[in-house]
């Protein structure tokens, strides 16, 4: 797919998946504007959005104005968080709606706004979801991260569905983007195995170098964009192109 006449919006540009998804758009020539609580990226064809996403009355307050005409416009919901690692019983609640706020509610409301952007009639717009195996996979300690993206999946699978009756303005897709050398699963690692009964599994990960980088799965997800829409499935995992 040519990118030079896209707009790409991407959530977390800041480092991990979303950083190198950032810098992929812009080497293929889109514009690329992202959405995070830091920006470090640099580049002419690159705006950024100062915002925390896990407050929704930020997302309300929010304004897209882009003054080209795009022949693609392209949402990516990539940041998300992991939070605390530990029984559902022991957590606050104050991390449960930050983690809930985050990788559910934010996704919704920036899908929602996005598709109420006004633009070029002939634009096609796109949806990735970045999803996780996490949300057809249970594990112990991870209650909300589970949760929140079986429930995005789900949000995915719908609107999916309502797009396939004409009733969406878009293409949309959930992604497993498969286990990333990030921050995130530094995080994993850092955890007590008291908390999170897989934990050895995922320091063998790293260990055994079966962690992809961040630049490679973008390449991944970038170079078979289209393809990634066009299968009849609601959901994929980048396993599935390698
Ligand atoms: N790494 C993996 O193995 C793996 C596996 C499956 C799925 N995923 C999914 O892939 C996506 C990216 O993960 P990653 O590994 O790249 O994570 P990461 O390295 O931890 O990066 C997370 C990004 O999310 C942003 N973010 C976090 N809290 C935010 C908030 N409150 N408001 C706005 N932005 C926020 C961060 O930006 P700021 O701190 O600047 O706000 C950062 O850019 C996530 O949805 C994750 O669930 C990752």
Redesign the pocket.
Known sequence: MDFSNSLVII?????????SLANGFLKEGADVHG????STIEHPNYSHSS????VPENISKLEFEFEKEYESLILIN????LGKVASFKDLEEEGIIQTAN??FLAPILLTKKFLDLDCNRSAQKYVMN?????AYNEYDGWSMYCST?AGLSMFSRTVHLESKMGKANCKIVDL?????D????D?IRSRKASDFSQLERFVEYKQNGDLQS?DYTSELIISNFEGLFKKESFSDSVRNYK
């Open positions: 959530s977390g540009t800041s480092r991990g998946l979303g950083n959405l995070g609580r830091s915002i925390d996403l896990s990539n940041a998300g968080r985050l990788n970045i999803g996780s195996g996490a993206k497993s983007p498969g286990i990333i990030t921050g995130m699963q995080e961040a």
